[in-house]
């Protein structure tokens, strides 16, 4: 960028037209600012420069809100400027029709001074009205540099020149002069002056100005939209197939269904985002109660509940069950006394969000294994074959994750980004405040699956008035755990549960409930996509863990437990009082034996087999009745049983389901945030409003007059004008994966600060990033809103396409001619071309007539900028018979990118010998004659500037 000060007196009528000129060429983009120094509040000597200047030098930088005041040093630390003040310009800029408007030499050496770069060379830039003359040829600077502007202008430098003399032409003039001897064009990198050595004497130069500038974007612009937007709704482009047409599309009715299908085969291949429901509990079977077992519990009971309470004898036996049933859960879960109810995935009052689902899992891990690592699931290569197998969706590359769309051996294209992800900004669904117990409206983010179907199952429980709850309550022993969200909350105060807000009637409510239940229906019908269907696929993993969850909470409860017990003890006093008459009838058989007996009624043999038949029957019977009447007694030890081996299934797995609930409550997150990438990939990837929005450098759109010599013009865009174009950029630039190069280049642009400050290739490190406040996760989605971003991912969109323009060439058509002395329509070839190719009429204005005799108007050198993949250096001569020579120096200009890439600008300076102030009207000096100084001859061979040969010969006139 061209670091110019400009010194000139302020209070001159002349300088502020050109100031007025400049600052409206800068805001247009024409030219780089410079900074302005009033020249009348400098010291007019070297003697007293100190007198009246402070320790700082103050200029003035023209803004879009006006001149601002800003000091030297300060400026030159904006703009890079090193010690030695290369590229540092000073200019003394005098448009003079009197002797009093001069600038002093020595005010301006003074400003040198004070600026004390050791590079820093001065410029005297004059240029006089016509018809002025008799200045002192003191306004000549001494040993410096100095350029007369002629005030004369020319459409060309061929055409015949006539005299500045339209009303305010000369201020335009000027300042096109200006620019150009001090570098101020915008894409210009250099002056004529540059390389110059210091002049010896009061010598000047008479310099002819020129400007051709053509503004391509609009035809840039027009491709790209039909390009890159597809021209149709601002849709995505099609994928080209090899002979450039646009590959086939899936039907409409057909294309969420195919991205869903996608969608759920990449989740069913990535294991970290599949939830495997638990087994459920096996059950252990009915045991046959054999008469050996009928024996030993008879005699058990016989010896515990007909001796001491059969309630204690059927806690006894209970206890001999529950030997070796782990009961951890229970423990973490209750404590040791106590009865209270748990509720699990649900804070009173808030939605049932999926960090709902997550703060419970954490509690119970914490709970059962206190100090355990939780972390961040290995999910890159589903975020990886999301974004690939999106794009490929769209843009026809090939995937090998899972089955594209194809008819036969033709491969097919989805044809519509929403069919992958919901356009960004997409309006969020609002449940009203108080139909679910909310202190306000309720939103449901539009890739938020997981609470949309949780709040519609809670709007269709309030329909049916039936209270709804977020999880599973279970009674047990303890008193309630600190620190666990949700946990402890009461029916009453559940989140759709509750009293009507607004003392509305229950069926008002309901029948609210079912009209926003069915607005919620059709929402999600309408979010169905690619990235919906993958965040749904996670959160129905997450609902099936959750209920998994509430199994085993439930089994680690004991209300079977205590009912089998108190039915087992109901049952024991029955079959106690049976067993007590047969214990009677024994005693009373016994007694009748043992009167026999002793009366000798019966002999012993016979008495001793009476007895043990007696006995023996009485066994029999009593088995019998205790069998008959123990049906709830087998039955509680069937449910204990059962009991614990839910249990022991429950302790096998009360870490694993809250852990894979952190697991899927994670995964689902990142994949929430990795949707709103790809919405903002598949629906916007050229940053569309960025690209339409920008300024290829220097453009500019001036119209109205200018001076002759300076011609503005654009390249009109119509599309049936360019249709080859279009088809061979787009046969060329949308090939089968260009949306998958484009996604990497965002990433990769979008993470490019990051990646300087953590010298790590962040773009790599996204994949498996946690989707924390600072992670590489949440930089990507934050960049991609900035207004920087958008606007370089715009270039670099519009850049990728020129370098295809550029690989299959480019056939310009017409030109209008916005701002010019001659406003009017030319082929784009000529516009500029002309100014390369005319050779120079020299023009006697301002010329004494000793300058005549000497060729004082005769052009000698000629510096053009602007003439691509062409510098160096040309000797022309002239036919004429004359000894004239030009030099001819083509500087080079950096390649045109991006928007600018049709654009051409072409700056041309035309310049005399050094000549002394007598070989010019303007002066009145005692010097006479005009020493013409040196006439170097540049090297030979070199082409010439526009490819076609030689240089014309000029013509000369005396």
């Known amino acids: 960028m061209a670091t110019v000060i400009v010194v000139a007196r302020f209070s001159s009528p002349a300088v502020a037209d050109v100031r007025a000129v400049v600052r409206d060429w800068t805001a247009a983009g024409l030219v780089v600012p410079p900074l302005w120094i009033d020249a009348d509040t400098l010291p007019a000597s070297g003697a007293d420069r100190h007198a009246e200047t402070g320790s700082s030098l103050v200029g003035y930088e023209s803004t879009a809100e006006g001149d601002r005041p800003v000091a030297v040093s300060t400026w030159f630390a904006t703009r890079g400027v090193d010690a030695s003040g290369t590229g540092v310009r000073l200019v003394c800029l005098q448009p003079i029709s009197a002797a009093g408007e001069a600038v002093p030499q020595g005010a301006v050496t003074g400003v040198r001074e004070r600026i004390a770069l050791p590079a820093l060379q001065i410029l005297n830039v004059l240029s006089p009205r016509p018809g002025t003359v008799d200045l002192p040829d003191e306004i000549i600077f001494d040993s410096h540099r100095n350029v007369l502007l002629q005030p004369v202008d020319a459409e060309d430098p061929a055409a015949a020149p006539v005299e500045v003399d339209r009303a305010g032409a000369l201020g335009m003039h000027t ?94 291949s990535t294991p970290v985002a599949v939830y495997v429901p638990l087994p459920p509990p096996r059950e252990p079977a009915r045991k046959q109660i054999t008469p050996g077992a009928a024996l030993r519990d008879f005699f058990s009971f016989l010896g515990g509940a007909l001796v001491k309470a059969p309630g204690e004898w059927v806690r006894r036996r209970v206890e001999g069950f529950q030997q070796g049933v782990s009961t951890r859960l229970t423990q973490a879960l209750y404590g040791e006394a106590g009865a209270y109810e748990v509720v699990m995935g649900r804070r009173p009052g808030q939605a049932p969000d999926v960090q709902a689902a ?158 926003v239940a069915g607005q919620l229906r059709q929402w999600i019908e309408r979010s169905r996509s690619f990235t919906w269907n993958i965040s749904d696929s996670i959160a129905s993993g997450l609902r099936a863990a959750q209920q998994d969850q509430a199994q085993l909470l439930n089994v680690a409860g004991s209300e079977e437990l205590s009912a089998a017990q108190d039915a087992a003890e109901q049952e024991a006093r029955s079959t106690r009082k049976k067993m007590l008459g047969w214990v009677l009838g024994l005693a009373l058989v016994t007694v009748l034996v043992v009167v026999l007996a002793v009366t000798g009624v019966l002999g012993g043999a016979l008495l001793a087999i009476i007895a043990v038949a007696v006995l023996l029957g009485w066994l029999i019977g009593a088995l019998v009745t205790f069998v008959r009447s123990s049906r709830r007694y087998y039955q509680m030890i069937h449910a204990l049983d059962t009991i614990s081996a839910r249990r022991r299934w429950a302790d096998e797995n009360s870490l694993q389901v809250p ?74 630039t949308l090939v089968p994966g260009w949306l998958d190069t484009t996604e990497t280049s965002r990433r990769s642009l979008a993470l490019l600060p990051r990646s300087r400050q953590t010298g790590v290739r962040e773009e790599d490190v996204v994949w498996n990033s946690d989707g924390s406040e600072h992670s590489a996760l949440r930089a990507l989605l934050d960049a991609q809103q900035q207004p920087d971003f958008r606007r370089a991912n715009a270039d670099g969109a519009m850049g990728w396409l020129t370098g295809h323009l550029e690989s299959v060439g480019f056939d310009m058509k017409d030109a209008t001619i916005d701002a010019g002395a001659v406003q009017r329509t030319v082929h784009a070839s000529e516009f500029v071309q002309q100014l390369v190719r005319a050779s120079p ?33 040309v000797t022309d001569t002239a036919r004429d018979g004359r000894s004239t020579l030009r030099r001819v120096v083509v500087h080079p200009v950096p390649r045109r990118t991006g928007r600018s890439l049709l654009d051409q600008q072409v700056v041309r300076c035309d310049l005399t010998r050094m000549l002394s102030a007598g070989e010019l009207v303007y002066f009145r000096s005692s010097a006479a004659g005009g020493d013409e100084g040196p006439t170097a001859v540049g090297p030979s061979g070199v082409p010439a500037p526009d490819g076609t040969g030689p240089l014309p010969t000029p013509r000369s006139r005396a």
């Open 659 to 732: 852990m894979a609930i952190l697991r899927l409550a994670d995964v689902y997150r990142r994949s929430r945030q990795w949707a709103t990438a790809i919405s903002a990939l598949v629906h916007d990837p050229f940053s569309r409003d960025a690209r339409s929005g920008s300024a290829a450098d220097g453009a500019v759109r001036l119209t109205g007059d200018l001076p002759f010599g300076m011609a503005l013009g654009h390249l009109p865009f119509a599309e049936h004008a360019y249709r080859e174009e279009i088809f061979r950029a787009a046969a060329t």
């Open 841 to 873: 009429v020299p023009s006697q204005e301002g010329v004494s007539a000793a300058g005549v005799q000497s060729g004082a108007a005769d052009v000698v050198l000629t510096h053009f900028w602007g003439i691509p993949g062409r510098s160096g250096e």
């Open 175 to 268: 300042a096109a002069g200006l620019c150009t001897v001090a570098g101020l064009w915008r894409g210009v990198d250099g002056a004529p002056h540059d390389t110059d050595h210091p002049w010896a004497g009061r010598r000047l130069q008479v310099a002819r100005t020129y400007l051709r500038r053509l503004d391509g974007s609009d035809v840039l612009d027009g491709i790209a939209r039909a390009v890159l937007d597809d021209g149709v709704h601002g849709g995505l482009p099609a994928a080209r197939d090899g002979q450039g047409n646009p590959m086939p599309v899936v039907a409409p009715d057909q294309r969420v269904p195919t991205a869903e299908q996608a969608a759920a085969q990449l989740v069913r």
């Open 358 to 515: 997550a703060d419970g899992a954490l509690y119970l891990v914490r709970a059962l294994s206190p100090g355990s690592e939780l972390p961040t699931p290995d999910a890159q290569s589903l975020w990886r074959g999301e974004v690939s197998v999106a794009t490929a969706l769209l843009d026809g590359s090939s995937t090998s994750l899972v089955e594209m769309p194809s008819r036969g051996a033709q491969r097919l294209l989805i044809g519509d980004p929403a069919a992958v992800a919901p356009p960004p900004g997409r309006e969020p669904f609002v449940v009203p405040a108080g139909l679910l117990r909310t202190q306000s409206a309720l939103s449901i983010p539009a890739n938020d699956p997981y609470l949309a179907h949780q709040v519609l199952s809670e709007l269709t429980a309030v329909e049916h008035a039936a209270p709804s709850w977020g999880g599973a309550s279970v009674p047990g022993p303890g008193g309630p755990p600190h620190g666990g969200p949700g946990w402890g909350a009461p029916p009453s105060t559940g989140w759709g549960a509750g009293p009507v807000p607004g003392g509305r009637a229950p069926q008002a409510r309901a029948a609210q409930a079912g009209m």
